[in-house]
Structures are given as structure tokens and as C-alpha cells.
């Protein structure tokens, strides 16, 4: 993506700068070898690739998986599949919110759609905020609290500490949200159902579990995660020679250490993908003013202080993070070099910080500026 100047959508002169965001595997998201699985008589597909004529209607369908996916496909299909059962190796937490926001609603009739927009904005960061800040200072609470919420909006004989209580800490891992408690609603329908068990193999009519019980099924969803690509792909190279994404430290969470003019966007993990891209593409567009004022070329960011540690990008232990973040970019343990999780931290890094910045080195043509090898651990 190309992103021009505020105030008009021209290129800069000299220096092409991009910015790629950082994305998942378009091709191929991620499927386990499952034993057997050319045994089956059915149809075996993945969300990643849903072909346009499959019709569920009146079928026995399983659902691989616990995830956001899952929980958005299975009350989905349960309207009109004959069943659907989500199977899970282990559960996750899950916590039901309205689909339509009343206040947002009431606000529109009183202010007027601008201003209600940004007061139901700030309402919701600060919302997923106090939730997020609350399950890592309280994690045993705020388990309670959303257990709690998922025993509510079900039959008072389902098994919830199976098959909605997970191992981890709230947070450690993504927190799938469920509007208007479709799901529940469609297990306590009885048109979904959930086992949490282990697979041992497919069969030639659906999967036998470890526990010696067998799911029917005559379409198996694998609804079993992503794989991670940095940049989608997109091969790296600085004066002829490659350069890997997990080779460089992230500036700011937007530039790579060594990359000369290249800006990239990389969503929270703990809210709303698009805060952090807006403000990456703010603090980007004042970085071409700053250079088209300058009359600068390149702009390249370089780690110099020894004190710098390696980090991974992201914390969290999801299996489709542990998976994929060794090929990304690392993040540093200090300065501009942190990878900010915080919007309230980010905005004062990106929309009020200068853009200037001892890290940043700026030149008007010429070699790109690099970093002694020793300089970071």
C-alpha cells in the first residue's frame, strides 16, 4: 500500500515508500496431519478456502477447532445443518457481548452521528482497555467473571468446566467474543454441541476420538488456525542483498532496523486491528512531511545501543503465534525498539511524539546507514 502526504495523495520524488502490513498466509492456513483422513467419505475443508457451492443444509457437521473462527461458523451453520459439533483439544475463553450497540444508538438521536461516533469510539477503548488491564493484574477474577458469563447462557446440566474452562490465564491467549451469545444460543437449542477430546484418526463416516467415541460427520470444518507470514511474503533486499524480516528489530512497531523508506502496519493483539494502523499511518505521513521538508531521500532506522535486548514480537502463547513468530521481526527491550500493546502508550509514541528521533538517520541520497553488528544482543 502506498501512502501519500496529508492534504493530497501525491507520491514523494525521490524516495518510494511502502507499506506492507504484516499478514497471515493467503494460500494456506494451517492444517494438522490427521491420520486417516483420506479414509474419509465426506467433505474435508478449510475456512481459508470455502468453496462457494458447498450447501450445509440438513448435514452433520464438525468443527475443528476453538477459536475465533470456529465460534463465528458454528452458530452460522447450526441455523440450518442438521448439527454441528465444535470439537476442541482444549477450550478457550469466551465471552458474549450485544451485536448492536444500544448507547451508540441513543447517542446518534442526541448528538448526532459525528460526535456519538467519537464518544462510542472512547467508550469502547477504554472498555476493551479495563478488560484487558484487568485480566493480567486479577487473572483469577476475571476467570471467575467470564465462567461466570458463559454458565449463565447455558442448559444448567452442561459440563461448562469441560468444555469452557481453558488451562491459561485470561489473555495469555486471544478472547473470542460471541455477539449476542449466538453460540450458547445454539447449544442450548440443541442444534450444536461441543466435545473437548483428541483426535485419533478419521474414519470412513467422521472421527474417532481418543476416547473411543466416534463424530458422524458429512462435512469436517478444520478450523484449526493460520499460518503467519511476515509481509505476506514479500522478499526483502537492501542494495542486492536479502534481508530477513527476523534478521531486524522494529522500530516504533512500524520501520525495521537496516530497511531503508519502508513503513509497515501491524494490528494490536489485544484491540481493534485498525487503532494502531490509523496511528501508523498518522505518524507515517508526518515523517514524508518531515522529509519532503528537509529535502531528504531516505530515512532508515539503526540500533546502536548495546543495552538493546531481542525480544519476540508478540507474547502471546496462541498456537498460531508460537508457530510463526520466529520468521518475524524482533522486538527490542527499551526505547523505540518496545513493541506497545497499550493504545494510550502508542498514541503518545506516534501522534504526539516528535518524529526526529536519535534512532532514525535521514540522508538525501547516498549509502543507507547501518548499525555496527555488535550493537544489539
Known amino acids: 500500500m502506498e501512502q501519500g502526504r496529508q492534504g493530497d495523495r501525491r507520491q514523494p520524488s525521490h524516495a518510494s515508500h511502502a507499506c506492507p502490513r504484516l499478514e497471515h498466509d493467503h494460500d494456506a492456513g494451517f492444517t494438522p496431519e490427521f491420520?486417516?483422513?483420506?479414509?474419509?467419505?465426506?467433505?474435508?475443508?478449510?475456512?481459508?478456502?470455502?468453496?462457494?457451492?458447498?450447501?450445509?443444509?440438513?448435514?452433520?457437521?464438525?468443527?475443528?477447532g476453538s477459536g475465533a473462527t470456529a465460534i463465528t461458523l458454528i452458530p452460522s451453520m447450526a441455523r440450518t445443518a442438521g448439527h454441528v459439533t465444535m470439537l476442541q483439544r482444549s477450550p478457550s475463553y469466551v465471552f458474549s457481548m450485544p451485536a448492536h450497540d444500544s448507547l451508540a444508538h441513543a447517542l446518534r438521536k442526541l448528538v448526532g452521528?459525528?460526535?456519538?461516533?467519537?464518544?462510542?469510539?472512547?467508550?469502547?477503548?477504554?472498555?476493551?482497555?479495563?478488560?484487558?488491564?484487568?485480566?493480567?493484574r486479577m487473572p483469577k477474577l476475571m476467570r471467575r467473571l467470564l465462567i461466570a458469563n458463559v454458565r449463565r447462557q447455558l442448559p444448567r446440566?452442561?459440563?461448562?468446566?469441560?468444555?469452557?474452562?481453558?488451562?491459561?490465564?485470561?489473555?495469555?491467549?486471544?478472547?473470542?467474543?460471541?455477539?449476542?451469545g449466538d453460540l450458547f444460543k445454539a447449544i442450548s437449542a440443541g442444534r450444536a454441541s461441543v466435545v473437548t477430546d483428541r483426535i485419533d484418526r478419521?474414519?470412513?463416516?467422521?472421527?474417532?476420538?481418543?476416547?473411543?467415541?466416534?463424530?458422524?460427520?458429512?462435512?469436517?470444518?478444520?478450523?484449526?488456525?493460520?499460518?503467519?507470514?511476515?509481509?505476506?511474503g514479500i522478499r526483502l533486499s537492501v542494495d542486492g542483498r536479502e534481508t530477513k524480516p527476523s534478521d531486524t528489530m522494529a522500530y516504533k512497531a512500524m520501520m525495521l532496523s537496516g530497511v531503508p523508506n519502508l513503513v509497515f502496519a501491524l494490528g494490536y493483539t489485544n484491540l481493534s486491528w485498525t487503532l494502531k494502523v490509523d496511528l501508523v499511518c498518522e505518524h507515517f505521513c508526518r515523517l514524508l512531511d518531515h522529509m519532503d521538508a528537509h529535502g531528504y531521500d531516505i530515512v532508515a532506522a539503526v540500533l546502536d545501543d548495546p543495552t538493546v535486548e531481542r525480544v519476540p514480537y508478540m507474547n502471546l502463547r496462541s498456537n498460531?503465534?508460537?508457530?510463526?513468530?520466529g520468521e518475524f521481526p524482533r522486538a527490542g527491550t527499551s526505547g523505540p525498539w518496545t513493541v506497545e500493546m497499550a493504545y494510550e502508550r502508542v498514541v503518545e509514541r506516534l501522534r504526539e511524539g516528535p518524529v526526529e528521533d536519535s534512532a532514525l538517520r535521514f540522508t538525501a541520497g547516498g549509502p543507507v546507514p547501518s548499525a555496527r553488528p555488535e550493537a544489539a544482543r
Not at 481418543?210 to 511476515?230: H, N, Y
Open 202 to 232: 478419521f474414519t470412513k463416516t467422521g472421527i474417532l476420538l481418543k476416547s473411543g467415541q466416534e463424530l458422524t460427520a458429512d462435512i469436517v470444518v478444520t478450523a484449526t488456525g493460520l499460518t503467519m507470514s511476515p509481509f505476506g
Open 157 to 180: 446440566h452442561f459440563d461448562v468446566d469441560t468444555h469452557f474452562t481453558p488451562r491459561y490465564a485470561p489473555w495469555d491467549q486471544r478472547l473470542c467474543v460471541v455477539p449476542d
Open 113 to 136: 452521528h459525528e460526535r456519538a461516533h467519537r464518544m462510542v469510539r472512547r467508550k469502547n477503548i477504554l472498555f476493551t482497555r479495563a478488560t484487558y488491564k484487568a485480566s493480567r
Open 35 to 64: 491420520s486417516g483422513i483420506e479414509d474419509f467419505a465426506g467433505t474435508v475443508i478449510h475456512p481459508q478456502h470455502w468453496p462457494a457451492e458447498l450447501d450445509h443444509t440438513g448435514k452433520r457437521v464438525v468443527v475443528i
Open 320 to 325: 498460531y503465534v508460537l508457530r510463526g513468530i
